[in-house]
């Protein structure tokens, strides 16, 4: 695992490093249903850097791909978002739909998981890469192709000049992923989200795929936040992590600090569920027991208590006071909302 040196990612603290592109402060998602009001992401704060990656993990449901989806815009309209969502200083929430139309795809893009969903089967790969350059940019459909057929070489799809010409269905998974990243990329946008981008991908690509962001993001200084479930993937590529549970924010630091300083149960029992080459081998991984809460059933107390495994060293307090993120000793910054005082393993 890489030691990254750590930059504060609370829209409020830059600790010297360089000012965020990306700056999102105390996001709230909210679905209007038939049941009433749903709970999706409740006071979410991160920011990211030029040419550094910010990663949000967690259980499905914990909220990591709405927040994302609240960042762009891309909502359906039965949501509710509140917050301030800064992109190079300018604020995006409460933009027209053409306003965000102009931006999404040119300035800040979203790397869909499923790549095939991702592409229109009727049209060739070269062609829709054009059409993702012409949206933003008045060229000729020649210039546009010219420029598809260099972003798909860029990305490593071979014989990019015939294969620009083939259709979805003709490409591997891998392939495909390729295609949709050269998409994201062809019109050098300052932020690239990729939700869960090597999902369904055999180990050996998921490693290309990843490998082929981090080349990107040094070549062009893109600013990435990775949205994944995959803590290997998460410890070899991310500066900065957040770890979500419920639609809440449970720890958040260094991606070092996470790895090697967990300070809430939650993110102790992740990291137990995976092999890990840095720690003594075990006979069995660790599983975190139970189910996580269905959305908007947690109303008091700490949504991690019934499956939290140190809850009878707090007590009632856990039941009772819901837990706000708290600094944590250590350096850089480093934050868990947990009432436990000292680090999950040590109190055993």
């Known amino acids: 695992m890489p030691d990254k040196t750590a930059n504060n990612q609370a829209a409020t603290h830059y600790n010297g490093s360089p000012r965020p592109v990306l700056e999102v402060a105390d996001l709230h998602v909210t679905f209007k249903t038939e049941a009433g009001l749903v709970p999706a992401a409740s006071g979410i704060d991160f920011s990211v850097a030029p040419g550094r990656t910010f990663a949000i993990v967690g259980e499905s449901g914990s909220g990591k ?17 509140r917050s301030e969502v800064l992109l190079d200083g300018r604020e995006l929430i409460g933009l027209s739909s053409e306003e965000l139309r102009r931006i999404r795809g040119n300035d800040i893009v979203l790397v869909f998981q499923d790549a095939l969903s991702a592409l229109n089967p009727y049209y060739s790969v070269g062609w829709q890469v054009a059409e993702a350059y012409r949206l933003h940019h008045d060229v000729s459909k020649k210039e546009a192709l010219k420029r598809a057929v260099r972003m798909l070489d860029l990305v490593g799809i071979p014989s990019a000049e015939q294969r620009a010409k083939a259709y979805p269905h003709e490409f591997s998974g891998g392939m495909r992923q390729r295609v949709v990243i050269a ?103 660790a599983t975190i027991p139970g189910s996580p809460p269905s959305p908007g059933s947690i109303t008091t107390g700490c949504p991690f208590q019934p499956r939290c495994a140190y809850a009878h060293l707090v007590g009632e307090r856990c039941i009772t006071e819901r837990p706000e993120l708290t600094p944590r000793p250590g350096e850089g910054y480093h934050e868990a909302a947990c009432h436990l005082g000292r680090r999950p393993e040590v109190m055993l």
């Open 65 to 81: 791909s709405v927040s994302s989806a609240a960042v762009m815009g891309l909502l359906p309209p039965n949501a509710d978002v």
């Open 183 to 285: 998409m994201a990329l062809v019109n050098d946008p300052k932020v690239l989200i990729a939700d869960e981008p090597t999902t369904a991908l055999d180990v050996t690509v998921q490693a290309q795929i990843m490998r082929l962001l981090e080349d990107v993001q040094a070549e062009f200084g893109t600013a990435l936040v990775l949205i994944s479930h995959d803590l290997g993937v998460v410890a070899e590529v991310a500066d900065d992590v957040l770890v979500m549970y419920a639609g809440r924010a449970a720890e958040r630091g260094s991606v070092k600090d996470l790895f090697h300083r967990a300070a809430h149960p939650y993110s102790l029992g992740l990291l137990g569920a995976m092999p890990r080459v840095d720690v003594p081998p075990r006979p069995r991984l």
